[in-house]
């Protein structure tokens, strides 16, 4: 399989080569360059109607986005989506499995827990809804198989995009420090994940070690490794199931496999995706617009042409202007696209940008 080639059904084919569909001839639509393709994650729900959600993505397809990942399971907003012309990708969350009642009511054993032996199940840091299963063990990455291979077998959709495939933030990015009236200058025991009976257990059988006994775990790296390798083969896992079923698997991913591998343990330049959205969100880490290129030119870098990677850009700190540079700014860096967060966000200036940006 060609996997610079992201698309899967005919009508995304047809969009890839930049073939107006048949409804929108005539609208004074130019079409985006076959080249740098633009996404936006969409939070899916039932509060819209059919003719709404419609109107919504033919808005979108007017601004040259070609590509859509929705979360939720609602059938509505993927109906609509494809009959706008839309490439539609089902967005999920993985590890952090705070909406998942089964697997907190049945398996609480399953949910990571930190230096000071706290489970996220029953004390999430940082908010309310992080609550992640531990990625070593094997009950679980059955159970996430068997989500994702539900979720590829629907017909509709062209592919699965991966959200929270990671531990819990060790360190939050700078920006976000004073939100949670925080200073972390290194690795708290708080905020340090996984030190569950498996993870020390299997680490301990590899290396002969009990992590919970390393002095500064933070230096140790055959501790971070494992804890890398760990997130790792559950992609392995799920992408072989996506696949399996026909479909494109993608990711949303830290900034810059740097960062990623510091702050989340998420070593995704070496995972086997379709394609990556890295989250350049650049006010979370107190950097301006520019900053968007260095961190796109350092995952393309790392991903070696193996994959298209399509930078992901926050709206709520992007001015109408600032998002045409952050689109020009991303695609001489070598982004195969951008994707934004979210399409609610979209204002009609937004749109005009985009049509500029990439006309």
Same mark, same amino acid.
């Not at 060790?170 to 340090?192: A, H, K, N, T």
């Given at each position: 399989?060609?996997?610079?080639?992201?698309?899967?059904?005919?009508?995304?084919?047809?969009?890839?080569?930049?073939?107006?569909?048949?409804?929108?001839?005539?609208?004074?639509?130019?079409?985006?360059?076959?080249?740098?393709?633009?996404?936006? /994650?969409?939070?899916?729900?039932?509060?819209?109607?059919?003719?709404? @959600?419609?109107?919504?993505?033919?808005? %979108? @397809?007017? &601004?040259?986005?070609?590509?859509?990942?929705?979360?939720?399971?609602?059938?509505?907003?993927?109906? !609509?989506?494809?009959?706008?012309?839309?490439?539609?990708?089902?967005?999920?969350? #993985?590890?952090?499995?705070?909406?998942?009642?089964? &697997?907190?009511?049945?398996?609480?054993? /399953?949910?990571?827990?930190?230096?000071?032996?706290?489970?996220?199940?029953?004390?999430?840091?940082?908010? *309310?809804?992080?609550?992640?299963?531990?990625?070593?063990?094997?009950?679980?990455?059955?159970?996430?198989? =068997?989500?994702?291979?539900?979720?590829?077998?629907?017909?509709?959709?062209?592919?699965?995009?991966?959200?929270? %495939?990671?531990?819990?933030?060790?360190?939050?990015?700078?920006?976000?420090?004073?939100?949670?009236?925080?200073?972390?200058?290194?690795?708290?025991?708080?905020?340090?994940?996984?030190?569950?009976?498996?993870?020390?257990?299997?680490?301990?059988?590899?290396? =002969?070690?009990?992590?919970?006994?390393?002095?500064?775990?933070?230096?140790?790296?055959? /501790?971070?490794?494992?804890?890398? *390798?760990?997130?790792?083969?559950?992609?392995? #896992?799920?992408?072989?199931?996506?696949?399996?079923?026909?479909?494109?698997?993608? &990711?949303?991913?830290?900034?810059?496999?740097?960062?990623?591998?510091?702050?989340?343990?998420?070593?995704?330049?070496?995972?086997?995706?379709?394609?990556?959205?890295?989250?350049?969100?650049?006010?979370?880490?107190?950097?301006?617009?520019? @900053?968007? =290129?260095? !961190?796109?030119?350092?995952?393309?870098? !790392?991903?070696?042409?193996?994959?298209?990677?399509?930078?992901?850009?926050?709206?709520?700190?992007? &001015?109408?202007?600032?998002?045409?540079?952050?689109?020009?700014?991303?695609?001489?860096?070598?982004?195969?696209?951008?994707?934004?967060?979210?399409?609610?966000?979209?204002?009609? !200036?937004?749109?005009?940008?985009?049509?500029?940006?990439?006309?």
């Amino acid at each position: 399989m060609n996997r610079r080639d992201f698309f899967q059904s005919a009508s995304a084919a047809t969009l890839g080569l930049g073939i107006i569909p048949a409804g929108l001839m005539g609208c004074g639509v130019r079409p985006p360059s076959r080249d740098f393709r633009l996404w936006t /994650w969409v939070h899916g729900n039932n509060e819209l109607t059919s003719d709404e @959600w419609r109107d919504r993505f033919q808005r %979108i @397809w007017h &601004a040259n986005i070609r590509g859509v990942l929705i979360s939720g399971n609602e059938p509505t907003p993927v109906e !609509a989506a494809r009959s706008a012309g839309l490439e539609v990708h089902r967005w999920s969350w #993985i590890l952090n499995r705070n909406g998942d009642s089964w &697997a907190k009511e049945n398996h609480p054993e /399953w949910f990571t827990v930190n230096r000071n032996g706290e489970s996220t199940l029953d004390q999430p840091p940082y908010v *309310n809804y992080y609550r992640w299963v531990c990625p070593t063990r094997s009950p679980v990455r059955a159970y996430l198989k =068997g989500v994702v291979e539900q979720i590829a077998e629907d017909p509709s959709i062209d592919g699965v995009h991966l959200d929270y %495939i990671r531990h819990s933030d060790v360190i939050l990015p700078v920006g976000l420090w004073s939100r949670y009236d925080l200073v972390q200058d290194r690795e708290y025991p708080e905020f340090d994940y996984c030190y569950c009976d498996v993870c020390r257990q299997t680490f301990s059988a590899e290396t =002969g070690v009990d992590p919970m006994a390393l002095r500064d775990p933070s230096s140790n790296v055959a /501790w971070r490794e494992f804890r890398w *390798n760990s997130v790792t083969e559950v992609v392995r #896992i799920l992408a072989d199931a996506v696949r399996d079923r026909g479909k494109r698997i993608s &990711a949303a991913v830290f900034p810059t496999p740097t960062i990623a591998r510091t702050l989340v343990r998420q070593d995704w330049e070496r995972w086997p995706l379709d394609a990556f959205f890295p989250m350049v969100y650049h006010n979370f880490y107190d950097e301006t617009v520019p @900053w968007v =290129g260095a !961190a796109t030119r350092e995952g393309v870098a !790392a991903l070696h042409g193996s994959a298209p990677l399509y930078t992901g850009l926050y709206l709520p700190s992007l &001015a109408p202007d600032d998002l045409a540079e952050a689109v020009r700014t991303a695609r001489a860096a070598g982004a195969s696209g951008v994707s934004l967060f979210e399409m609610g966000g979209l204002t009609d !200036a937004h749109l005009a940008s985009l049509r500029e940006a990439t006309a």
